[in-house]
């Protein structure tokens, strides 16, 4: 096969691809389609894996004060925390901090507040705890919920624990969705490839009339497949972007950079295209392995 | 040391087989319809034969055998000293690649010059870029279509298409040419122009082996005859004094020494 390997190939798919331009734009279409929410599904996925690590990494805790203590009994808790080794830094928030706090988190719907009537946030100590005992935090944590007089204590690893659990939902559903797309993705190809092959009957059968091998039969017809494929994963990640870049986050839904969010990295978008070739390989294969038998 | 070379020389030229087609007891059904019965013939390096027969006779079967384009049910084929039974189905492009065929509706891919059906047959073989165009030229020269080399078959005509045919099947300088009925569809002068190539492409060593009802044109050329009826070969023919002699210097080397 000197002189006519992966290059003309390529350059024999372009011209099939050509050849069936119309089929090849529809399948190309609705591939695109497809990988957009296979797209969709990986952008929640990573996000949601950085909120995460990002709660997972805080080094945070609040630890919630029952209600009636005296500054006595909270000054012993206070010594008591800042005793403990690992502890940074313990402050207090009062009640009415607190309230101040979150009123500003509300910013625009105050009013939500106003309606609650008495001040219903406990009295808290904010807890700043050393990098190097980050692996301690849910024993510290424990620890200090078994003190006298507090009610509750909470870090960013209980939230990264709610938000991980979503993260395995999103996981599982996306890789069923995925796997089901992949199929819908070589079924398409291998019809598209079907139909090139069929379009090339006659110059396929003389061919293997004058002793053309399989390889160089078939050849441009996979990678013929394996671009399609990997066109319809480009135009996926273009509209992604469009969706993430250009419209504006009304319109976009959750999927937009003013909304915080970050975009595909740049190893996934690399990895969703070749995915995509791959799984136009397979379907070209399909196909042409079908049509010489 | 010379007397070791020449000892070479006599084992390499004298073990060159000289049949290069044989049939043994070859059947071959169709749907449970015999097409060939039994038939046994032999054709040796560099002979002229021709296949006769009326439709139905099993002619195009017997060829398509050869080429392994079906697969005989009974009996052994023997190509160029390969058993065909025993290649495997990636083996047989290799063996095409010896063997050129012309078909009697030409095959020639209409939307592509005359110059690119010809390059495909090299292509496929894998020549390099640089030799295609030389190569094909050449051949087409041969045919006498150069100055044609441009133009799509559907803008020839029936002797020109088929004369593109043969210089296709000509172009991987082939060590077998079959043809099945390539007269079929072209005028007696055409028809001539055809055979008179084929004269002169064994001539140089090819050997040919025709499937035709042309009778007149069979007689004239005074070549080997193999008669066919019903699948089965009712006479294998007188082989031409002059076979011999008109094979490639190495062969009759070979065959004096055996």
């Given at each position: 096969m000197k002189g006519y390997g992966l290059f003309y190939f390529t350059a024999e798919?372009?011209?099939?691809?050509?050849?069936?331009?119309?089929?090849?734009?529809?399948?190309?279409?609705?591939?695109?389609m497809a990988m957009v929410i296979v797209g969709f599904f990986l952008l929640a996925f990573f996000n949601l894996q950085t909120s995460v690590n990002a709660l997972g990494d805080r080094l945070e805790m609040s630890v919630y004060l029952k209600d009636g203590l005296t500054e006595r009994d909270r000054d012993f808790i206070l010594t008591r925390i800042k005793a403990e080794p690992g502890v940074k830094q313990a402050t207090h928030l009062p009640k009415a901090g607190a309230l101040e706090l979150f009123r500003k988190e509300l910013k625009g719907q105050e009013s939500l507040i106003d309606g609650l009537g008495e001040n219903p946030l406990p009295d808290s100590f904010e807890v700043t705890i050393h990098r190097e005992y980050a692996d301690r935090i849910s024993d510290l944590s424990e620890k200090f919920s078994g003190y006298h007089g507090v009610e509750e204590v909470s870090y960013g690893r209980q939230g990264a624990d709610a938000i991980a659990g979503l993260l395995k939902m999103i996981t599982y559903g996306g890789s069923a969705l995925a796997v089901l797309i992949g199929v819908s993705v070589v079924f398409i190809i291998s019809n598209s490839v079907r139909l090139a092959l069929y379009s090339r009957g006659q110059e396929i059968e003389l061919m293997q009339w004058i002793g053309a091998t399989k390889g160089f039969i078939l050849g441009p017809f996979l990678v013929e497949g394996m671009l399609l494929a990997m066109i319809g994963a480009a135009l996926a990640v273009g509209v992604l972007a469009a969706l993430y870049y250009v419209l504006p986050p009304e319109v976009a839904l959750f999927l937009s950079r003013p909304n915080g969010l970050d975009f595909l990295p740049p190893a996934v978008v690399a990895y969703m295209i070749a995915g995509g070739g791959l799984l136009g390989l397979t379907g070209g294969l399909i196909s042409a392995s079908r049509f010489l038998e | 040391?010379?007397?070791?070379?020449?000892?070479?020389?006599?084992?390499?030229?004298?073990?060159?087989?000289?049949?290069?087609?044989q049939l043994h007891r070859v059947t071959k059904y169709y749907e449970g319809v015999p097409a060939l019965r039994e038939v046994s013939l032999s054709v040796d390096k560099g002979e002229f034969v021709f296949v006769t027969g009326p439709s139905g006779a099993g002619k195009t079967t017997l060829l398509k055998l050869i080429f392994c384009a079906e697969q005989a049910d009974e009996g052994q084929i023997i190509i160029q000293g390969m058993n065909t039974f025993r290649l495997d189905s990636s083996s047989i492009p290799y063996l095409r690649r010896n063997i050129g065929f012309v078909f009697q509706d030409y095959k020639l891919l209409p939307h592509k010059t005359v110059f690119e059906?010809?390059?495909l047959a090299l292509k496929v073989v894998g020549t390099p870029h640089g030799d295609i165009e030389r190569r094909a030229y050449q051949v087409l020269k041969k045919v006498s279509l150069e100055a044609k080399r441009h133009l799509t078959p559907p803008k020839l005509s029936g002797g020109e298409q088929q004369r593109v045919?043969?210089?296709?099947?000509?172009?991987?300088?082939?060590?077998?040419?079959?043809a099945d009925e390539p007269t079929g569809n072209l005028d007696p002068q055409s028809g001539q122009d055809v055979f008179s190539l084929f004269k002169d492409i064994n001539m140089k060593g090819?050997?040919?082996?025709?499937?035709?009802h042309d009778w007149e044109t069979v007689r004239k050329m005074q070549r080997r005859i193999i008669t066919m009826e019903r699948g089965r070969v009712t006479d294998i023919g007188q082989r031409a004094a002059s076979a011999t002699a008109l094979q490639p210097d190495a062969v009759r080397t070979g065959a004096k020494s055996v």
């Open positions: 798919a372009f011209r099939g691809l050509r050849a069936n331009s119309l089929v090849n734009l529809l399948a190309v279409g609705t591939i695109s | 040391m010379n007397l070791v070379i020449h000892w070479d020389l006599e084992i390499s030229v004298s073990s060159l087989p000289l049949t290069m087609i059906n010809i390059a045919a043969v210089a296709r099947a000509l172009v991987n300088e082939p060590q077998v040419l079959l090819t050997t040919v082996l025709v499937a035709t």
